[in-house]
């Protein structure tokens, strides 16, 4: 009985000790990863444009007691009229700028892992050792870093997104099927990304 207690005893302590020393490896440890082609990718903002609302009659929504006066080219009112997009158009007019950043994110991505693969490549054309715990510090730092950048982007246009709505009388929970999405998008791209780093290694 004693036997079995002391074996089942070390048999823990070898266990903690190795999975100790794999998350030092992996999580702890810190690796030279200084890389110009990663840090321009990861560090540089995404450029999105803000969306400019086209008004025409059919896109208005006038308020009570307005006066107001249409030519089929444009949309023309008195000091005393007050016009507003329609709900449905303000979220359009987002929705390419939201669709650009996300074309953007998975650019960045594409390029983060073609860019660990050609590191890859060159270290085993020059023989030269392969620290998969290098490879897997520097890239999912680098990868963190990348979804902070996007990140930002998006809540920065979400909000912009739901100040416009408030400015012109909208709910702006009409929109949190926005960031549901998004969220989303970001584990479906986390697991193509592991299906891309696999087709790649």
Partial sequence: MKKRYYFLIG??????????????????????????????????????????????????????NSDSSTSSD????????????????IISSYLSSFEELEAQANERLDQLVKHAYNEYKEKKAK?????????????????KALETQ???????????????????GYDKATVTYF??????TKKDRQTALFSKVKNYF
């Fill in 11 to 64: 048999f823990l302590l070898i266990f903690v000790s190795i999975a100790s020393y794999l998350y030092y490896v992996f999580e702890v440890k810190e690796y030279d990863v200084a890389d110009e082609e990663v840090t321009k990718l990861t560090a540089s903002q995404f450029e999105i444009e803000l969306p400019i609302f086209v008004i025409d009659e059919q896109t208005l929504v006038n308020s009570e």
């Fill in 74 to 89: 444009k949309v023309s009112t008195t000091s005393n009229t007050s016009t507003i997009p329609t709900l449905e158009i």
């Fill in 179 to 184: 960031k549901t999405e998004y969220e989303q």
């Fill in 127 to 143: 023989k030269e050792s392969i620290s998969f715990p290098y490879f897997y510090g520097k890239y999912k730092t680098a990868g």
């Fill in 150 to 168: 996007s990140d930002e982007a998006f809540y920065s246009l979400y909000t912009t997104l739901q100040n416009d709505l408030e400015k012109h």
